[in-house]
Antibody, heavy 122, light 111 residues
Framework: QVQLVESGGGVVQPGGSLRLSCAAS????????MHWVRQAPGKGLEWVAF????????YYAESVKGRFTISRDNSKNTLYLQMNSLRTEDTALYYC???????????????WGQGTLVTVSS | QSVLTQPPSVSGAPGQRVTISCTGS?????????VHWYQQLPGTAPKLLLH???NRPSGVPDRFSGSKSGTSASLAITGLQAEDEADYYC???????????FGGGTKLTVL
């Protein structure tokens, strides 16, 4: 079955950097676009970033544009989120999520990981 | 502030029917983009509940259904059960922002 396992979260000071990873299994990772979605403590869901199956297209939320970079290594079945210039408002549980159909942009998210917590605090 | 608007909370007694609204605009729901719904039980990751306005993934009971009209959509839950107590989120795509968008979420309380 599909498994998405996030890692790399932790506590970082404002202005710092972190790289999140999402290890995928149970499906053909190299054929599926992927997303990052975050949820601040006690708040709702916020879409963060998208990457096409072949990494030729990437999109970002305005709130993270220029600071976060989404990438993937299809040989390792792993999705990444490089987060730079972190702000206190980036504190959240970060989920990776897959799209349902291969070779499509995927308008929704059919499987989610359990999330990794990022805390930005001095 | 979320692009899609949902009521913060709804409640109902076991066995009753409740609906959760999701209001968007001409650049998302009104532009014809599908609405999808997620259920988030306390302390867990979101789970896909409905996709493409009213399609249930395998394993989702037919007590859950969706509809869409104009710039709004709704999730209906019939025969309310205690296990339905959760947060529910609608989601679509905004072509003016070129982003995937969520509603602010609705907390369902089963009385």
């Amino acid at each position: 079955q599909v498994q998405l396992v996030e890692s790399g979260g932790g506590v970082v000071q404002p202005g710092g950097s972190l790289r999140l990873s999402c290890a995928a299994s149970g499906f053909t990772f190299s054929s599926n676009a992927m997303h990052w979605v975050r949820q601040a403590p006690g708040k709702g869901l916020e879409w963060v970033a998208f990457i096409r199956y072949d990494a030729t297209n990437k999109y970002y939320a305005e709130s993270v544009k220029g600071r976060f970079t989404i990438s993937r290594d299809n040989s390792k079945n792993t999705l990444y989120l490089q987060m730079n210039s972190l702000r206190t408002e980036d504190t959240a549980l970060y989920y990776c999520a897959k799209v349902p159909y291969p070779y499509s942009s995927g308008w929704y998210f059919d499987n989610w990981g359990q999330g990794t917590l990022v805390t930005v605090s001095s | 502030q979320s692009v899609l608007t949902q009521p913060p909370s709804v409640s109902g007694a076991p066995g009753q029917r409740v609906t959760i609204s999701c209001t968007g605009s001409s650049s998302d729901i009104g532009a014809g983009y599908d609405v999808h719904w997620y259920q988030q039980l306390p302390g867990t990751a979101p789970k896909l509940l409905l996709h493409g306005d009213n399609n249930r993934p395998s394993g989702v009971p037919d007590r859950f259904s969706g509809s869409k009209s104009g710039t709004s959509a709704s999730l209906a839950i019939t025969g309310l059960q205690a296990e339905d107590e959760a947060d529910y989120y609608c989601q679509s795509y905004d072509n003016s922002l070129s982003t995937w968008v969520f509603g602010g979420g609705t907390k369902l309380t089963v009385l």
